[in-house]
């Protein structure tokens, strides 16, 4: 076991340490995912955050559903979404998100948006659109992983009207790094996006997620994942962060595979129901998996 914060330097001439490095999946279902979120003219997080697991989960014939545009109005220093003046809402997207999932075959369906501050809603209707769409048209499970609606509950209520199986709203980094990482966007509100969501819907699991590497501390994970729970967030994900290119916010370092173990047993000794922690989880990664949460029992079912 290594001990927490330690700091892997890649080697020369290698920009990535021996557990950074992905095989990709053999046969064409990755092409097939592709071609028909390219006719139904779908974006994901997927393509547009540059994840690392896109070819690995397209070839699962699934992705996450990036609705409200491919332009964000808040200018992250992590994120690769473009930013920018932001498109108009196509009011047939969630039709087309609902056709995607039934061709898909998928029965876990994931969506998430680009930050619409620009909206009087920030897009929440079209949340609530897309997931009466996919559950009217395929019956499966529905997460949303929402931006913070600056604040505004009457937009987080109008999300939760639709009863998505999971709320998912993701903390990213540790308060100090605010800032820097998430620019316009306010720890204290996030917390409060979340327990608006427990406190309003407690049936609904609620879900964050947290990037590693961008410079924090052991000691501040601690304290967020505190705060999670004293919200009574559900489940949790941990994993690397990547810059996206050289003009994002640069690596700290990278996390071990056993620190990523040794946190996430921390974080499920707070009460977490779940925790998937790693080098290459990301929020919506396996996030039927994740989803496996019987809240009543208080066991992961």
């Known amino acids: 076991m290594l001990p927490l ?15 950074m490095k992905k095989q990709l999946p053999a046969g064409n279902q990755n ?42 109005t808040r200018p992250c220093g992590f994120c690769s979404v473009p930013k920018g003046a932001p498109l108009h809402v196509e009011d047939d997207e969630p039709e087309r998100v ?7 075959g998928l029965k876990f369906v994931v ?10 809603d920030g897009g929440a ?3 609530r659109r897309c997931i009466i769409a996919v559950r009217e048209k395929t019956g499966a499970s529905v997460e949303v992983l929402t931006p913070d609606f600056q604040g505004d509950f009457d937009a987080v209520d109008v999300v939760l009207s639709a ?55 052991n000691d501040e994970l601690m304290d967020v994942f505190a705060d999670l729970r004293a919200v009574d967030c559900d489940t949790l994900t941990l994993g690397q962060y990547l810059s996206p290119t050289l003009k994002h916010m640069p690596i700290a370092r990278f996390v071990h595979p056993d620190e990523f173990d040794q946190l996430a047993q921390l974080a499920r000794s707070l009460g977490f129901k779940k925790v998937v922690a790693g080098p290459f989880v990301r929020s919506s990664y396996h996030a039927d998996e994740m989803a496996e949460v019987n809240l009543h029992a208080g066991h992961i079912s």
């Open 5 to 19: 914060n330690t700091v892997e330097k890649p080697e020369p001439g290698r920009r990535l340490p021996s557990w």
């Open 31 to 72: 092409s097939f995912t592709q071609s028909l979120l390219d006719e139904l003219k779908l974006e994901t997080v997927c393509e547009n955050a540059r994840c690392p697991n896109r070819a690995e989960c397209y070839s699962r014939k699934t992705a996450t559903f990036m609705i409200l545009g491919n332009v964000c």
């Open 98 to 104: 609902a056709e995607a999932a039934l061709r898909l």
């Open 111 to 120: 969506i998430t948006s680009v930050t619409r501050d620009d909206l009087p």
């Open 125 to 127: 209707d079209h949340f």
């Open 163 to 217: 009863e998505p199986e999971v709320f998912n709203h993701n903390m990213e980094t540790v308060p100090r790094l605010y800032r820097k990482a998430r620019g316009r966007a306010v720890y204290e509100r996030s917390l409060a996006v979340l327990h608006h969501s427990k406190k309003t819907k407690p049936h609904i699991v609620t879900k964050s997620s947290i990037m590693l590497g961008m410079g924090e501390t």
